[in-house]
């Protein structure tokens, strides 16, 4: 705000007596905004050359020094012609002062690129935001005092604006995440459609958007069992699985007698007068939906290999799914192809 109102300053003198004052303390400011720029990014961005540091640090201290010891600041070699043409002799300091405002904005520029390549994005955007504001503004006051265009100075502006995009674009940022948050999630029906899909079906083709109003979270599957076979309950399906909509051939029936193996010479006239009933039909229940777990987890992994979806971690919980599920249902039918009373 000071280096604004000693700018406006300038505007408002009538006479060289009253605009070289005005003049010299908005470039005093200007070199004091110009040295907490470089630290401040280089503590926001913990980018610290010193050696850089210090020597723009110390150039910009020259600078200071020359323009309260110059009769006619840092801008003006001569201001005789500033009353006939109104364009004055521009002092080669200034051109030396140009300059470092250029290398100033290199290592924040640089400083910033750093940030981004690190990891903190909001950050560096920010800042690399406001440092082309900076430059632009700049690159206007050149043009200014090289007589090619004639508007007044933006480098007040230029400070002004670095200060508003730092200080409005994190919380931009997190007005649109906030935004998009509260967008409702896209849900889709993972029920089995025979008449839809084969086993060769793409998953894109099973995923049928559900009513918003339909959407509910995901209920584990229970199966009705008996409190001896509660134990060998498989791991039921949650809304925390990383499931996706695959197409799997289902049992034809579940009500056929369950095949037991039986030694030379032995009959279990029970197991062959009746079909399984009770305990045995659950457990053929548990072992179907176990295989046709075992054939969605297959097919998840296979559909994320053509893809290209290859990512080890994902294919290693897969892979342990299909082994879980694998390992229980060979014990259950062990359990269920034993002769009873044993």
Not at 75 to 104: F, G, I, K, N, R
Not at 124 to 149: E, F, Q
Not at 212 to 231: D, L, N, V, Y
Request: with cysteine; glycine share 4%; aromatic share 8%.
């Amino acid at each position: 705000s000071g280096f604004a109102l000693a700018s406006a300053l300038t505007y408002q003198a009538h006479s060289i007596t009253t605009l070289l004052p005005a003049g010299k303390l908005a470039i005093t400011m200007g070199i004091l905004l110009w040295v907490s720029l470089i630290w401040f990014v280089a503590f926001r961005t913990s980018c610290r050359p010193l050696i850089l540091l210090d020597a723009l640090t110390a150039v910009w201290v020259i600078f200071l020094i020359k323009n309260g010891v110059s009769a006619n600041s840092l801008l003006y070699a001569d201001t005789a012609p500033l009353a006939h043409t109104l364009q004055p002799v521009v002092s080669p300091w200034w051109s030396a002062l140009e300059l470092t405002m250029l290398l100033s904005l290199l290592y924040a520029l640089y400083a910033s690129y750093r940030l981004y390549i690190a990891g903190n994005r909001q950050t560096a955007l920010a800042l690399g935001s406001g440092l082309s504001v900076l430059l632009l503004a700049v690159v206007s006051d050149h043009l200014v005092n090289s007589g090619i265009t004639h508007i007044v100075y933006l480098a007040p502006f230029g400070f002004a604006g670095f200060l508003l995009v730092n200080s409005l674009y994190p919380r931009l940022s997190a007005y649109i995440k906030s935004r998009a948050a509260k967008k409702p999630a896209v849900i889709y029906n993972l029920t089995f459609n025979p008449a839809q899909a084969t086993f060769h079906s793409d998953v894109a083709d099973l995923k049928i958007p559900l009513q918003e109003g339909h959407a509910e979270p995901a209920k584990p599957r229970q199966h009705p069992a008996t409190p001896a076979q509660k134990t060998h309950a498989p791991p039921l399906y949650s809304a925390d699985e990383d499931t996706e909509d695959v197409a799997v051939s289902k049992p034809q029936s579940t009500t056929d007698k369950a095949p037991a193996p039986e030694k030379p010479g032995s009959k279990n006239p029970e197991r062959e007068s009746s079909p399984a009933t009770g305990p045995d039909l659950e457990t053929l229940n548990i072992i179907s939906d176990n295989l046709i777990d075992i054939a969605v987890y297959a097919t998840m992994a296979m559909n994320r290999i053509k893809r290209g979806e290859t990512d080890p971690r994902t294919l290693e919980v897969l892979c342990k799914k299909v082994r879980t599920q694998a390992v229980k249902t060979r014990r259950m039918a062990n359990q269920l192809s034993r002769p009873r009373g044993k």
